[in-house]
Nanobody, 130 residues
C-alpha cells in the first residue's frame, strides 16, 4: 500500500507564503502523476497543481503564477510552493499520486484518484487570514 504524508500547512496572513511537502513511500510506476488538491467547506474539491514523471507541471487557473509544484525523485518528495496567498486558498490540502501520467492535469487527476486509481494522504490545513 502506497503511503503519502503531507506537511507544511499552517496559518498565514493574506499575501504570505507557505511550502507544502509530501513524502511518497514508494515509486508507484515509471509513468506517474503526483499532485495536490484541496477541499474547503462548501466548495467542490479542486485540483491545484500536478506534475508527471517527465517533470511536466500543470496548474489550475486559480493557482497559476502563484503556486509552483516540484519534485525530488531521489527522495520521493513532492512540494507545493504557495505565494501570494489569499483567503480563497484556505482549505485542507491533499497530496495524491496515480500511476497514470496521461491524466496529469488538475481537473482530472483528483477524479481518477477518488475513483480508486490512486492514493492520497491525510491532508494538511492551510488557513489564510485577511
Amino acid at each position: 500500500q502506497v503511503h503519502l504524508e503531507e506537511s507544511g500547512g499552517g496559518s498565514v496572513q493574506s499575501g504570505g507564503s507557505l511550502r507544502l511537502s509530501c513524502t511518497v513511500s514508494e515509486v508507484i510506476d515509471s509513468n506517474y502523476c503526483l499532485g495536490w488538491f484541496r477541499e474547503a467547506p462548501g466548495k467542490e474539491r479542486e485540483g491545484v497543481a500536478a506534475i508527471d514523471s517527465a517533470g511536466i507541471a500543470n496548474y489550475a487557473i486559480s493557482t497559476e503564477g502563484r503556486f509552483t509544484i516540484s519534485q525530488d525523485k531521489a527522495k520521493n518528495l513532492v512540494y507545493l510552493q504557495m505565494n501570494s496567498l489569499n483567503s480563497d486558498d484556505t482549505a485542507m490540502y491533499y497530496c495524491a499520486a496515480t500511476p497514470n501520467r496521461g491524466i496529469c492535469e488538475p481537473g482530472l487527476f483528483p477524479i481518477v484518484v477518488y475513483t480508486g486509481h490512486g492514493y492520497w494522504g491525510q491532508g494538511t490545513q492551510v488557513t489564510v487570514s485577511s
